[in-house]
């Protein structure tokens, strides 16, 4: 059976968390949803709600 990993954390900095807040901000502000950008970036909308939400960060260029 597979192991139990306990609650998921998230462990965020106050620069994470700042970053998350202006990404969401700039989006809302383009006029864009989720979905319309995740479209543009070719990416499912749970991509860009991952980043926003903090659960996924940025460790490399996401465009080529």
């Not at 998921?8 to 994470?16: E, G």
């Not at 383009?30 to 749970?46: E, I, M, N, V, Y």
């Amino acid at each position: 059976s597979p192991r139990s990993r306990g609650p998921l954390k998230k462990l965020h900095s106050a620069d994470q968390r700042t970053f998350c807040a202006v990404m969401r901000e700039t989006r809302t502000k383009a006029g864009l949803t989720q979905h319309d950008l995740a479209k543009r970036l070719k990416r499912p909308q749970s991509f860009v709600a991952k980043y926003e939400g903090g659960e996924r960060r940025l460790g490399r260029p996401l465009l080529p």
